[in-house]
């Protein structure tokens, strides 16, 4: 476990990614849980929920990986015509700069958490940290705290965890497997990014009382099958070299979601004290 915690620190962040050549590599399309699909790449998490009504995605990578992203919709035997909403984890362009593509290849709606949406439909301009850009993008649906999408039976809840954005979301669905209902957690990021300033920040004044509510939500979430936005946050490639023996269990992971939450605060609360005590 501390092997895979160590794993996790080195990977969490933008900037800390930045050259992490997993990001653009392929990576198999399967089915993860119940009506949940991996379609990203190595790293960035890109989710295919099917429903008799249509399907949703979660996030887009970027664009360079769209094509890709497309290719292994189709292989689940998907069409992008069937993408009926888009949803994302929070507003940083490895997970949202394909989003301008996807949403004219399907027609999809896209719908973001409030504080977010800014960001979305300024093409990043207006982030507190990054210089980042992509496409400008209209959000059809301005979601909030708690809210519910939902789709040819199946419902997903938009929590608010900010901090890592100011509307980073995490999504929760439950999805039944070989008759077990099964709580699915994708958490957005709780992750405080090299070069944060979350003590004094005048472009996030309140951006460690933020983390402080991200934990604490992310702590009162039943949870059976972790997922993130990165595959790094969960084990994905790890899991995945067990799925061919265990299939979905490979994936459920209860004590995995409670260690990894517990770190990354951990790992917030070092860093909120090393910069008060800068001040």
Not at 15 to 20: C, I, K, R, S, T
Not at 137 to 150: E, S
Not at 245 to 252: D, H, L, Q, W
Request: with cysteine.
């Amino acid at each position: 476990m501390r092997r895979a915690i160590f794993g996790l620190i080195l990977s969490a962040g933008v900037l800390a990614a930045q050259g992490n050549p997993d990001w653009h590599r392929p990576f198999p399309e399967f089915r993860i849980a119940g009506n949940i699909y991996w379609v990203g790449t190595a790293d960035l998490a890109v989710y295919l929920i099917k429903t008799p009504a249509g399907d949703i995605l979660i996030n887009t990578d970027f664009d360079q990986d769209v094509p890709n992203i497309q290719k292994s919709i189709e292989k689940t035997g998907a069409k992008m015509s069937d993408v009926k909403i888009i949803l994302i984890s929070h507003a940083h362009d490895d997970h949202v700069a394909g989003t301008a593509a996807i949403k004219k290849l399907t027609g999809a709606q896209l719908m973001v958490m409030e504080p977010d949406v800014d960001e979305m439909e300024s093409g990043g301009q207006g982030d507190f940290q990054y210089k980042s850009r992509w496409a400008p993008v209209k959000v059809d649906r301005v979601l909030h705290d708690g809210d519910t999408v939902k789709l040819g039976g199946t419902t997903l809840v938009a929590h608010l965890t900010p901090g890592h954005t100011k509307g980073c979301t995490t999504w929760t669905t439950q999805v039944t497997e070989n008759g077990r209902p099964l709580h699915v957690v994708i958490v957005g990021s709780p992750n405080v990014n090299p070069g944060y300033r979350i003590v004094n920040n005048p472009k996030y004044p309140n951006q460690a009382q933020d983390y402080e509510k991200t934990f604490a939500v992310l702590k009162s979430l039943p949870c059976d099958v972790f997922l993130g936005a990165h595959g790094a946050y969960f084990g994905l490639k790890a899991k995945y070299e067990k799925y061919p023996t265990e299939g979905p269990a490979a994936y459920i992971d209860p004590a995995g979601y409670k260690a990894y939450v517990s770190e990354r605060e951990s790992a917030f609360r070092r860093e909120l004290a090393r910069q008060s005590a800068q001040r």
